[in-house]
Protein backbone atom coordinates (compact mmCIF):
# COMPACT_ATOMS: atom_id res chain seq x y z
CA UNK A 1 0.00 0.00 0.00
CA UNK A 2 1.11 3.66 -0.86
CA UNK A 3 1.34 5.79 2.38
CA UNK A 4 0.71 9.25 1.81
CA UNK A 5 2.18 11.64 4.37
CA UNK A 6 0.99 14.74 4.68
CA UNK A 7 2.42 17.98 6.80
CA UNK A 8 2.58 19.80 8.44
CA UNK A 9 -0.76 18.50 10.27
CA UNK A 10 -2.12 22.68 11.17
CA UNK A 11 -0.70 25.56 9.01
CA UNK A 12 -1.52 28.74 10.78
CA UNK A 13 -1.44 31.78 8.37
CA UNK A 14 -3.53 35.10 8.18
CA UNK A 15 -5.14 36.14 5.08
CA UNK A 16 -3.01 36.94 2.09
CA UNK A 17 -0.02 34.91 3.38
CA UNK A 18 1.58 32.24 0.83
CA UNK A 19 0.38 28.60 1.72
CA UNK A 20 2.56 25.68 1.27
CA UNK A 21 1.60 22.03 1.91
CA UNK A 22 3.49 18.71 1.33
CA UNK A 23 2.58 15.67 0.62
CA UNK A 24 4.62 12.57 0.48
CA UNK A 25 4.28 9.17 -0.92
CA UNK A 26 6.41 6.00 0.42
CA UNK A 27 6.71 4.88 -3.50
CA UNK A 28 6.67 6.57 -6.75
CA UNK A 29 3.30 7.18 -7.79
CA UNK A 30 4.57 8.98 -11.40
CA UNK A 31 1.91 12.75 -11.03
CA UNK A 32 -1.02 10.14 -10.46
CA UNK A 33 -1.93 12.47 -7.53
CA UNK A 34 -5.25 15.28 -6.38
CA UNK A 35 -5.59 17.37 -3.88
CA UNK A 36 -9.19 17.81 -2.29
CA UNK A 37 -10.23 20.80 -0.06
CA UNK A 38 -13.31 20.34 2.75
CA UNK A 39 -14.48 22.87 4.44
CA UNK A 40 -16.48 22.20 7.76
CA UNK A 41 -20.11 20.40 7.72
CA UNK A 42 -19.10 20.16 3.55
CA UNK A 43 -18.28 17.55 1.24
CA UNK A 44 -14.74 17.09 -0.43
CA UNK A 45 -14.09 19.63 -3.75
CA UNK A 46 -11.56 18.32 -5.95
CA UNK A 47 -8.89 21.16 -6.73
CA UNK A 48 -5.78 19.25 -8.30
CA UNK A 49 -5.19 16.14 -10.35
CA UNK A 50 -2.37 15.11 -12.23
CA UNK A 51 -0.02 17.13 -9.69
CA UNK A 52 -0.40 20.40 -10.99
CA UNK A 53 -3.55 20.47 -13.12
CA UNK A 54 -6.78 22.74 -11.45
CA UNK A 55 -9.87 21.29 -11.47
CA UNK A 56 -12.73 23.14 -13.34
CA UNK A 57 -13.37 26.74 -11.63
CA UNK A 58 -10.50 26.15 -9.65
CA UNK A 59 -8.82 29.76 -9.02
CA UNK A 60 -5.66 30.42 -10.06
CA UNK A 61 -4.12 31.18 -6.54
CA UNK A 62 -3.81 27.22 -6.32
CA UNK A 63 -1.08 25.70 -7.53
CA UNK A 64 0.55 21.97 -7.33
CA UNK A 65 3.89 20.59 -8.34
CA UNK A 66 6.13 17.48 -8.02
CA UNK A 67 9.96 16.43 -7.22
CA UNK A 68 10.18 12.30 -7.22
CA UNK A 69 8.16 11.34 -4.65
CA UNK A 70 7.20 14.96 -3.16
CA UNK A 71 4.22 16.65 -3.47
CA UNK A 72 3.06 20.21 -3.09
CA UNK A 73 0.07 22.13 -2.84
CA UNK A 74 0.39 26.14 -2.71
CA UNK A 75 -2.09 28.93 -2.24
CA UNK A 76 -0.37 32.27 -3.37
CA UNK A 77 -2.18 34.24 -1.07
CA UNK A 78 -4.82 33.07 0.88
CA UNK A 79 -8.43 34.48 0.99
CA UNK A 80 -10.71 33.76 3.92
CA UNK A 81 -12.76 31.13 2.07
CA UNK A 82 -9.34 29.09 1.87
CA UNK A 83 -9.46 27.83 5.30
CA UNK A 84 -9.99 24.10 5.52
CA UNK A 85 -8.49 21.06 5.75
CA UNK A 86 -7.03 19.55 2.57
CA UNK A 87 -5.95 16.28 1.70
CA UNK A 88 -3.64 14.59 -1.15
CA UNK A 89 -5.18 11.35 -2.88
CA UNK A 90 -2.66 8.95 -4.81
CA UNK A 91 -4.47 6.74 -7.55
CA UNK A 92 -1.55 4.86 -9.19
CA UNK A 93 -1.84 2.11 -7.53
CA UNK A 94 -4.56 0.15 -5.61
CA UNK A 95 -5.89 0.61 -2.92
CA UNK A 96 -6.22 4.27 -3.06
CA UNK A 97 -4.69 6.22 -0.26
CA UNK A 98 -5.35 9.71 1.17
CA UNK A 99 -3.20 11.73 3.53
CA UNK A 100 -3.94 12.18 6.81
CA UNK A 101 -4.96 16.07 5.91
CA UNK A 102 -3.13 19.73 6.75
CA UNK A 103 -5.72 21.98 8.29
CA UNK A 104 -5.20 25.33 7.37
CA UNK A 105 -6.27 27.89 10.01
CA UNK A 106 -6.48 31.54 10.44
CA UNK A 107 -3.76 32.90 12.95
CA UNK B 1 -25.06 19.73 -13.13
CA UNK B 2 -23.72 16.29 -11.49
CA UNK B 3 -25.75 15.34 -8.47
CA UNK B 4 -25.03 12.47 -6.17
CA UNK B 5 -27.85 11.50 -3.94
CA UNK B 6 -27.27 8.92 -1.03
CA UNK B 7 -29.79 7.07 0.92
CA UNK B 8 -30.09 4.04 3.44
CA UNK B 9 -28.08 5.15 6.36
CA UNK B 10 -28.20 4.92 10.22
CA UNK B 11 -27.94 3.09 13.19
CA UNK B 12 -26.79 -0.80 12.64
CA UNK B 13 -25.30 -2.73 15.77
CA UNK B 14 -21.95 -4.29 15.49
CA UNK B 15 -22.31 -7.69 13.22
CA UNK B 16 -25.00 -6.44 11.70
CA UNK B 17 -25.87 -5.37 8.49
CA UNK B 18 -27.16 -2.17 6.50
CA UNK B 19 -26.96 -0.36 2.69
CA UNK B 20 -26.74 2.60 1.07
CA UNK B 21 -27.61 3.70 -1.96
CA UNK B 22 -26.24 6.55 -4.35
CA UNK B 23 -28.54 7.81 -7.03
CA UNK B 24 -26.98 9.77 -9.82
CA UNK B 25 -27.87 12.32 -12.18
CA UNK B 26 -26.60 15.13 -14.34
CA UNK B 27 -24.24 12.83 -16.26
CA UNK B 28 -24.05 9.49 -18.30
CA UNK B 29 -23.90 7.27 -15.54
CA UNK B 30 -22.79 3.91 -17.40
CA UNK B 31 -19.96 5.35 -18.36
CA UNK B 32 -18.16 6.35 -15.30
CA UNK B 33 -16.49 4.12 -12.64
CA UNK B 34 -17.97 5.10 -9.34
CA UNK B 35 -16.61 4.69 -5.59
CA UNK B 36 -16.90 4.91 -1.85
CA UNK B 37 -15.21 7.00 0.25
CA UNK B 38 -15.77 7.26 4.34
CA UNK B 39 -14.86 9.15 6.74
CA UNK B 40 -14.52 8.86 10.64
CA UNK B 41 -15.96 11.62 12.95
CA UNK B 42 -13.74 14.13 13.38
CA UNK B 43 -11.11 11.94 10.81
CA UNK B 44 -9.93 12.11 7.66
CA UNK B 45 -10.96 10.62 4.30
CA UNK B 46 -10.32 6.51 3.33
CA UNK B 47 -11.25 5.28 0.56
CA UNK B 48 -13.89 1.82 0.47
CA UNK B 49 -13.97 0.73 -2.96
CA UNK B 50 -14.60 1.44 -6.48
CA UNK B 51 -16.52 -0.17 -9.41
CA UNK B 52 -15.82 0.00 -12.55
CA UNK B 53 -18.22 1.24 -15.26
CA UNK B 54 -19.52 -2.08 -16.60
CA UNK B 55 -18.84 -3.60 -13.07
CA UNK B 56 -16.38 -5.77 -13.64
CA UNK B 57 -13.54 -4.43 -11.34
CA UNK B 58 -14.34 -4.00 -7.27
CA UNK B 59 -11.15 -3.68 -5.62
CA UNK B 60 -11.60 -2.79 -1.81
CA UNK B 61 -10.29 -1.14 1.19
CA UNK B 62 -8.46 -4.29 3.00
CA UNK B 63 -10.19 -2.60 6.48
CA UNK B 64 -14.10 -3.90 4.21
CA UNK B 65 -12.69 -6.79 2.03
CA UNK B 66 -14.66 -9.26 2.45
CA UNK B 67 -17.58 -7.50 4.16
CA UNK B 68 -18.13 -5.00 2.14
CA UNK B 69 -20.05 -5.65 -1.15
CA UNK B 70 -20.30 -2.21 -4.07
CA UNK B 71 -22.71 -3.18 -6.94
CA UNK B 72 -24.12 -0.80 -9.28
CA UNK B 73 -27.55 -0.96 -11.45
CA UNK B 74 -26.47 1.25 -14.67
CA UNK B 75 -30.42 1.01 -15.70
CA UNK B 76 -31.41 2.85 -12.91
CA UNK B 77 -28.27 5.15 -12.03
CA UNK B 78 -28.01 4.15 -9.10
CA UNK B 79 -24.87 2.96 -6.97
CA UNK B 80 -25.26 0.82 -3.98
CA UNK B 81 -23.30 -0.25 -1.20
CA UNK B 82 -24.37 -3.37 0.84
CA UNK B 83 -22.14 -3.35 4.78
CA UNK B 84 -22.47 -6.68 6.14
CA UNK B 85 -21.04 -7.85 9.60
CA UNK B 86 -20.57 -4.20 10.87
CA UNK B 87 -18.04 -2.96 12.92
CA UNK B 88 -17.69 0.31 15.80
CA UNK B 89 -14.88 1.51 13.81
CA UNK B 90 -16.97 1.14 10.26
CA UNK B 91 -18.78 4.12 11.50
CA UNK B 92 -18.25 7.14 9.69
CA UNK B 93 -20.22 9.45 7.03
CA UNK B 94 -19.99 7.34 3.38
CA UNK B 95 -19.93 9.63 0.32
CA UNK B 96 -20.66 8.59 -3.07
CA UNK B 97 -18.07 9.76 -5.64
CA UNK B 98 -18.19 10.19 -9.34
CA UNK B 99 -14.84 8.83 -10.33
CA UNK B 100 -12.87 10.50 -13.57
CA UNK B 101 -12.49 7.17 -15.43
CA UNK B 102 -14.57 7.25 -18.24
CA UNK B 103 -14.94 4.16 -20.54
CA UNK B 104 -17.07 4.30 -23.47
CA UNK B 105 -17.21 0.86 -26.34
CA UNK B 106 -13.85 2.10 -28.03
CA UNK B 107 -11.76 2.91 -24.74
CA UNK B 108 -11.14 4.41 -21.33
CA UNK B 109 -10.04 7.72 -20.17
CA UNK B 110 -8.76 9.68 -16.71
CA UNK B 111 -8.19 7.74 -13.77
CA UNK B 112 -9.47 7.10 -10.20
CA UNK B 113 -9.55 10.33 -8.75
CA UNK B 114 -12.95 11.96 -7.62
CA UNK B 115 -14.54 15.20 -9.16
CA UNK B 116 -18.07 15.01 -7.64
CA UNK B 117 -19.44 14.03 -4.51
CA UNK B 118 -22.63 13.34 -2.39
CA UNK B 119 -23.49 14.96 0.58
CA UNK B 120 -22.80 11.72 2.73
CA UNK B 121 -24.74 9.18 4.91
CA UNK B 122 -23.73 8.59 8.04
CA UNK B 123 -23.62 5.27 9.38
CA UNK B 124 -23.68 4.45 13.42
CA UNK B 125 -22.32 1.15 14.48
CA UNK B 126 -22.89 0.60 18.08
CA UNK B 127 -24.97 -1.85 20.39
Known amino acids: EVVMTQSPATLSLSPGERATLSCRASQSININLAWYQQKPGQTPRLLIYGASTRATGVPLRFSGSNSGTEFTLTISSLQSEDFAVYYCQQYNNWPLTFGGGTKVEIK | EVQLLESGGGLAQPGGSLGLSCEAS????????MGWVRQAPGKGLEWVST????????PYADSVKGRFTISRDNSKNTLYLQMNFLRAEDTATYYC????????????????????WGQGALVTVSS
Open chain 2, 97 to 116: AKSRKYCDSRNCQGAHYYDS
Open chain 2, 26 to 33: GFSFSNYA
Open chain 2, 51 to 58: ITNTGDNT
